[in-house]
């Protein structure tokens, strides 16, 4: 049981981290706050934060309401969410901003940490997608396991927005692309193996 758990966890942690990058956002971020100062960074940081992580927890625990709601299956759910992720996770391959993860051409205002920060770049489609993936058909312990690990998520890219200018320093350019592809194959991967286990539910094979 426990052993099952901890396997779950990780697989949580592996699929947000892929969809979320921090350190491939670090840049983002930068652009996006411009030359305001550390105060001001900070806060912002603070906020697109708390924000993501309120919209996640709406969809993880109503999810299953919405479903009934709109008479969603869950194996429509999975293909549709797996395809989109596929999706993410090619262009990310190919060094692309993807179209669903990020705004193009976005004036920095004072409404920057709700948009484009918290939606769609922390709490987009395929955070949502990959979070009430998780849950469906899941106990409250799995509820449970998946958003501490968002909100473990959350923290960690909260230290590394807070830590944007240091960390683009460190690491370049160069290995922050690579650390993007490495995270677009991984979700790439991951949204084929949802459409499968979708098609599966689906033709009870």
């Known amino acids: 049981m426990t052993s099952g758990l901890f396997t779950y966890a990780l697989t949580v942690f592996t699929g947000f981290f ?6 491939a956002n670090t840049p983002v971020f930068l652009g996006l706050v411009g030359d305001r100062d550390e105060i001001t960074k ?14 996640v927890l709406f969809f993880v625990i109503l999810g299953k309401y919405l479903f009934e709601l709109f008479g969603i ?10 395809i989109l992720l596929f999706y993410v996770g090619f262009e990310m391959l190919q060094s ?7 705004q193009e051409d976005v004036e920095p205002d004072e409404g920057v940490a709700i948009s ?9 489609p395929g955070t949502i997608v990959t979070a009430m993936n998780d849950v469906t058909k899941g106990s409250y312990i799995h509820i449970a396991i998946v958003l ?25 350019q160069n290995i922050i692309t690579v650390v993007g592809k490495i995270m677009g194959l991984i979700l790439a ?6 459409a499968i286990a979708g098609i599966k539910i689906a033709f009870k094979m």
């Open 96 to 102: 692309k901003k993807s179209k669903i993860h990020h």
């Open 148 to 172: 501490v690990i968002f909100a473990v998520m959350i923290y960690l890219t909260y230290l590394a927005f807070s830590l944007s200018e240091k960390i683009v320093e460190k690491l370049g």
């Open 116 to 124: 484009p920060l918290a939606i769609p770049i922390l709490a987009g």
């Open 18 to 23: 892929a969809i979320m990058n921090p350190i």
């Open 73 to 82: 299956t869950i194996p429509a759910f999975k293909i549709t969410g797996g």
């Open 42 to 55: 900070k806060k912002i940081a603070k906020t697109s934060c708390i924000t993501a992580f309120i919209i």
């Open 189 to 194: 991967i991951i949204g084929t193996d949802m």
